[in-house]
Every structure is written in C-alpha cells, then in structure tokens.
Nanobody
Framework: QVQLVESGGGLVQAGGSLRLSCAASTRTFSSNAMGWFRQIPGQEREFVAAISGSGGFRNYADSLKGRFTISRDNAKNTLYLQMNILKPEDTAAYYC?????????????????WGQGTQVTVSE
C-alpha cells in the first residue's frame, strides 16, 4: 500500500508559478512510476505529466509542455510538479498517482494509488 499526500497548491495570479509536492509512504519509491493529473468539477480527469521510477523518462500533456516540469527525488520519496506561467484555465484539483510498476503511463486507469488532491486556483 502506498499513501500519497500532495501539498503546495493555493491561489496565484495569472503568470505566476507554483510547485506541487507529493510525499509517498513506501519503501520502494524508485519502483513506482508516478503521475500528475488534474480535474475540474464536472469534467473528466486530465493527464498532466508522468515520470518513470528512475526519473529517466518523462511525458507531458501536449498542451502543457514548456510550462510544467515533473521531477522526483527518490531519496526523499517525493514527486514534484513545477508549474510556470500559470493561466486561469490551469485552475483545478491536482492529484498525484503511483503505479506498482516503474514504467511510465499516461492513463489514469494505469495507476494504483491516488492522493487526496491539492487545489490550484489561478486568478486573472
């Protein structure tokens, strides 16, 4: 069982930056591919970014490339999402997720564990 706790969300003006963190309670963090997803109430969950267990492979939603960066620190069992040049349309609840496998995945159905989410609100 892997427990995930996100932090770092909040209110930011358009053009600003935020860094989300996800702390994982597991002894085998480097064996877990990790991902970030987001969801707006009433809409489907959206893939944001994913990273392999080693950190050597990364994948991003096409619309977010260049603004968002996913990274991980396996020594600290922590996943990060650096979000720059934020836009009002980035407003959503952001969730981190973990796979039992180290291989990267972009579909939510491929993930086994989910955090409770952290809200990001970008004002005009």
């Amino acid at each position: 069982q892997v427990q995930l706790v996100e932090s770092g969300g909040g209110l930011v003006q358009a053009g600003g930056s935020l860094r989300l963190s996800c702390a994982a309670s597991t002894r085998t963090f480097s064996s877990n591919a990790m991902g970030w997803f987001r969801q707006i109430p009433g809409q489907e969950r959206e893939f944001v970014a994913a990273i392999s267990g080693s950190g050597g492979f990364r994948n991003y939603a096409d619309s977010l490339k260049g603004r968002f960066t996913i990274s991980r620190d396996n020594a600290k069992n922590t996943l990060y999402l650096q979000m720059n040049i934020l836009k009002p349309e980035d407003t959503a609840a952001y969730y981190c997720a973990a796979r039992r496998l180290a291989a990267i995945a972009t579909r939510g159905e491929s993930y086994d564990y989910w955090g409770q989410g952290t809200q990001v609100t970008v004002s005009e």
